[in-house]
């Protein structure tokens, strides 16, 4: 099946301690981003990237950090410089200037 | 700086209404708006993506239309059933070939069997 695959659906993480969300993609899409969703509030751009070993800081960028090694992969590392990261982390992917498309999403709690 | 409303933050009706969802955004350089679905804890689902030089789209029970120079968006929703009930977001990509949506924060609708 196509689509967009996060992992994994729930994720929690320690004071101090650096965290990786996954996101693979088989749509042959160029654009992949990361949107924080909290409680609220609307979707936040936090990365995006239009191709492979070249990436955006969005509007919340700080204390995140990713990389774009494969078209395919497009994983986000929540650092502890990420003050409060407890919030639900959506990946997306679309071509360039069409239809977004979301995968199921990311729960990351700090305990 | 691009901000995206919608109006009412929670809607209640009844099985089998008519109704409409709000987008407003406050500036008409869009490039393209886009429809979303949300179910609880769950990702978003594309409903129906607009271009700037289209006035509509239909899917089914549901038809969005665009007035670009007004700023505004609006999801309708036909014969609604319980298994509508979800919020819906707009997003709007600005013009200029940046590739940032810009979401408003969803409208949560229960429609009642």
């Known amino acids: 099946d196509g689509g967009i695959t996060q992992s994994p659906k729930y994720l929690f993480r320690k004071e101090g301690q650096n965290v990786t969300l996954s996101c693979e993609q088989n749509?042959?899409?160029?654009?992949m981003y990361w949107y924080r969703q909290d409680p609220g509030q609307g979707l936040r751009l936090i990365y995006y990237s239009q191709i492979v070993n070249d990436f955006q800081k969005g509007d919340i960028a700080e204390g995140y950090s990713v990389s774009r090694e494969k078209k395919e992969s497009f994983p986000l590392t929540v650092t502890s410089a990420q003050k409060n990261p407890t919030a639900f982390y959506l990946c997306?992917?679309?071509?360039?200037?069409?239809?977004?498309?979301f995968g199921q999403g990311t729960r990351l709690t700090v305990v | 700086k691009q901000e995206v409303t919608q109006i009412p933050a929670a809607l209640s009706v009844p099985e089998g209404e008519n109704l409409v969802l709000n987008c407003s955004f406050t500036?008409?350089?869009?490039?393209?708006l886009q429809w979303f679905r949300q179910d609880p804890g769950k990702g978003l689902t594309s409903l129906l993506l607009?271009?700037?030089?289209?006035r509509e789209q239909t899917s089914g029970r549901l038809n969005a239309s665009l007035d670009k120079s007004s700023g505004r968006s609006t999801l309708y929703i036909a014969a609604s059933q319980p298994g509508d009930s979800a919020t819906y977001l707009c997003?709007?990509?600005?013009?200029?070939?940046?590739?940032?949506?810009?979401f408003g924060k969803g409208t949560k609708l229960t429609v009642n069997p």
């Open positions: 997306a992917s679309g071509r360039a200037g069409t239809e977004a498309f």
């Open positions: 997003a709007v990509r600005p013009q200029g070939g940046s590739e940032k949506l810009v």
């Open positions: 500036d008409s350089a869009i490039y393209n």
């Open positions: 607009i271009q700037s030089s289209q």
């Open positions: 749509l042959n899409h160029d654009a």
